[in-house]
């Protein structure tokens, strides 16, 4: 796609108080075009609330927001005509069938009727809901309900693509779907900003993750650098021992041990670090993974992702 | 201080008017039955015990009723499409959430459900107007402005009915204004009795419906009837006046109280 580069979303000490209480603290950001850029955190850290102002529906408390150049304060509606919006709640029009919540949302912006039909049509078979049509929607299971709410965000072309918790709630398969359109939809150049607490999910998706924990992001850069910055490549996982803590520290002096409760988690460098100790302790229940986000949100605020 | 509206207000009103026209049937045939039954069993069986000619303008039982019902009609109408309806819409399916992701405001989604609460009122009382002229009721051809009395009526009980659903925690809440405000204007605006000499002032000041049935009543008749010491003709000026006042009081607030409970 043309113009990679560009900005396209811009926040400089963005600010969202509800009262006295702080959802959003003050944060920096930038989402070039064409790229799929994911802010991963636990329930509360402000997510939603961040993507909400981003789509103009929550006004900001205190400092600058712009997409596409423009000022969310008060080109709002030029704004909501550039984004297509996927909420973490689905509000699917419950009194029409598939097609016609297509149809009908459409219309509210301004797209003359025969092209919003040739456009639904399009994205349902896109989704993979075309037999279902003429459904109505509360016949839909969770899956399809998504990927109908995915596809009414795209019925006006969006340049930006804001999605919130796409998958929170579905059966695995449900989500590798919503998965690979995911990833089709970056491939065609589509601009994604997308919300998750699933490590996998950020990790399998995004160019780049912004870490929010309590209203701040408190890292940021692509999945596997931060991965590769924090924890390294394999991680060692085993009920808290002495013994076998002072071996490791003494026998692999690069490795980071850290204790977590009655668990300690070592993080090493290199693959194949552990292969010579776990020999030693062979009646230990050692477990040997890939070091991934989660490990990556644990070291920087001491807390596991998902709540 | 004034809502910004746009002709997008005409698109929140056409999804609520697609789907009320798929349910066309469920929805005219009790709008069509409830006159009929009512003329028969109150206007006929009740009025069978009163002289002919004895209601204010030498009205028979009947022909007194006649535009109370179909003043009702433009109260429930609006009324319960801004409240019962609307919060449905807001609450449980999220729907004005899901348009004011789109290039469609709050004030303009607010706007467009009032003016369907106003048009669900021109077109049930529309129906009780047919069914009272069938039954010979419509003395004047004024009557034909009656849908366009309904229509403002309807914005203003609309109007309140926003304000009540921006306010309200529940759906369970209506049950307040619909037994404390509703139901007094039901029985009290002289829709089945004349209002009586006491309450006729207060009537007249704090019943909207009862300035909805005078000037239905004038409209069906072409006869408008003096009441608290006014002229007929006084009595319906009044009725206009107060209605456009608070109809825009209302429309406004109602916009108002839905930006502060829509948007933090
Ligand atoms: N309308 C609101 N009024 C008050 N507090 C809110 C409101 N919306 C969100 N919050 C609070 O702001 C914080 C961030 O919420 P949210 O953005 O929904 O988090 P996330 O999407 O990351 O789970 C939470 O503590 C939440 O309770
Ligand atoms: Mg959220």
Redesign the pocket.
């Known amino acids: 796609m043309m113009g990679s580069s560009e900005v396209l979303i811009k926040a400089r000490g963005l600010t969202k108080r509800?009262n006295s209480?702080t959802?959003v603290d003050g944060i920096d950001f930038e989402v070039c075009s064409g790229k799929c850029v994911g802010f991963l955190?636990p329930?509360?850290?402000?997510?939603?609330?961040t993507v909400r102002m981003i789509y103009c529906f929550l006004p900001v408390t205190d400092g600058e927001l712009t997409v596409a150049g423009l000022d969310v304060k008060t080109q709002d509606r030029q704004i909501k005509g550039l984004i297509g919006v996927c909420p973490q709640e689905d509000n699917l029009d419950p009194d029409f069938s598939v097609i016609k919540n297509l149809q009908v949302y459409a219309r509210y912006f301004d797209i003359p009727k025969q092209e919003a039909t040739k456009r639904a049509e399009e994205l349902l078979k896109f989704f993979a809901l075309e037999e279902k049509r003429n459904a109505h929607v509360e016949s839909l299971s969770g899956g399809m309900k998504r990927r109908l709410i995915m596809a009414r965000a795209l019925i006006n072309q969006p340049k930006v693509l804001l999605l919130d918790e796409p998958t929170t709630g579905l059966d695995p398969q449900g989500r590798h779907l919503v998965w690979d359109e995911i990833r089709t939809l970056r491939k065609q150049g589509v601009t994604i900003i997308l919300?998750t607490h699933y490590m996998e999910e950020a990790e399998a998706l995004c160019d780049r993750i912004l870490v929010v924990d309590n209203g701040k992001i408190i890292q940021t850069g692509a999945p596997k650098e931060l991965i590769k910055q924090y924890v390294g490549k394999d991680v060692l996982e085993v009920e808290y021992d002495e013994q076998m803590v002072q071996t490791l520290k003494q026998e692999l002096p690069d490795v980071e041990v850290e204790v977590f409760g009655d668990q300690v988690r070592v993080f090493a460098k290199q693959h194949g670090s552990f292969e010579q100790i776990i020999k030693q302790f062979p009646d230990k229940n050692v477990t040997i993974r890939n070091a991934n986000l989660e490990d990556v949100f644990l070291k920087l605020t001491g807390r596991r992702l998902r709540e | 201080m004034m809502p910004k509206l746009t002709y997008r207000v005409w698109k929140v009103w056409r999804r609520n008017a697609e789907v009320f026209t798929k349910t066309i049937f469920v929805n005219f045939i009790p709008s069509m039955l409830e006159p009929i039954l009512y003329l028969a069993a109150f206007g006929l069986g009740l009025g069978a015990y009163f002289g002919a000619e004895v209601f204010p303008g030498g009205a028979s039982y009947i022909q007194f009723i006649a535009p109370g019902l179909i003043s009702i009609a433009i109260m429930y109408g609006s009324f319960f499409e801004c409240t019962y309806a609307s919060f449905v819409r807001m609450y449980f399916q999220k729907s004005f959430d899901a348009i004011i992701a789109t290039p469609i405001s709050v004030d303009e989604v607010i706007a467009g459900e009032t003016l369907w609460g106003a048009t669900r009122a021109t077109i049930n009382s529309t129906i009780v107007l047919a069914v009272v002229a069938a039954f010979g009721l419509a003395s004047s051809p004024t009557a034909l402005l009656i849908p366009v009395v309904a229509f403002f009526g309807g914005l203003l009980f609309a109007s309140l009915a926003m304000c009540f659903t921006a306010l309200a925690p529940s759906i369970d809440f209506f049950n307040f204004p619909a037994f404390l405000f509703i139901t007094p204007m039901f029985i009290l605006s002289g829709t089945f009795f004349p209002i009586p000499d006491v309450i006729q002032g207060a009537a007249l000041g704090a019943l909207p419906l009862t300035h909805v049935v005078n000037l239905t009543r004038g409209l069906l008749t072409g006869n408008f009837l003096p009441l608290a010491g006014l002229s007929g003709v006084s009595v319906a000026l009044l009725g206009l006046a107060w209605l456009a006042v608070a109809t825009t009081v209302f429309f406004v607030l109602s916009i108002h109280l839905m930006k502060k409970r829509l948007i933090?």
């Open positions: 509800f209480f959802a955190g329930n509360g850290a402000g997510k939603t609330t919300t | 933090k």
